[in-house]
């Protein structure tokens, strides 16, 4: 199984960018898969920001609420989080991650609660 999580860059505050998140090795549709995106800046935790169940039910961390959002095409295999409004405290290594959405016990914010993690993909926002 891999997650390829791709998109990143540099742009200024506030401006967009849209990343992605394709897995190879499993069905995002026949298990029902959770997607769930979070960031790592230098010299900090990694911390939660957005998921999507395999039912599309969608969460966000309080601070991207508004400005960041999430989507699937289970047909692609792909998941999306499409970062508007930038600000230069997003600047971070975003990573995608998956877990069976047959298992029970799923929360959606912690990191210990997925799988399958991608390589993430580098955010950087200039003021």
């Known amino acids: 199984v891999q997650l390829q999580a791709s998109g990143g860059g540099s742009v200024q505050a506030g401006g967009s960018l849209r990343l992605s998140c394709t897995a190879s090795?499993?069905?995002?549709?026949?298990?029902?898969?959770?997607v769930g995106w979070f960031r790592q800046a230098p010299g900090k935790e990694r911390e939660f920001v957005s998921a999507?169940?395999?039912?599309?039910?969608?969460y966000f961390a309080d601070y991207v609420k508004g400005r960041f959002s999430i989507s699937r095409d289970n047909a692609k295999n792909t998941a999306y989080l499409q970062l508007n409004s930038l600000k230069p405290e997003d600047t971070a290594i975003y990573y995608c991650?998956?877990?069976?959405?047959?298992?029970?016990?799923?929360?959606?914010?912690?990191?210990?609660?997925?799988?399958?993690w991608g390589q993430g993909t580098q955010v950087t926002v200039s003021s």
């Open positions: 999507i169940t395999g039912g599309h039910a969608t």
């Open positions: 991650a998956t877990r069976n959405g047959m298992r029970i016990g799923y929360e959606f914010s912690v990191a210990g609660n997925y799988d399958y």
């Open positions: 090795g499993l069905s995002f549709s026949r298990n029902r898969y959770h």
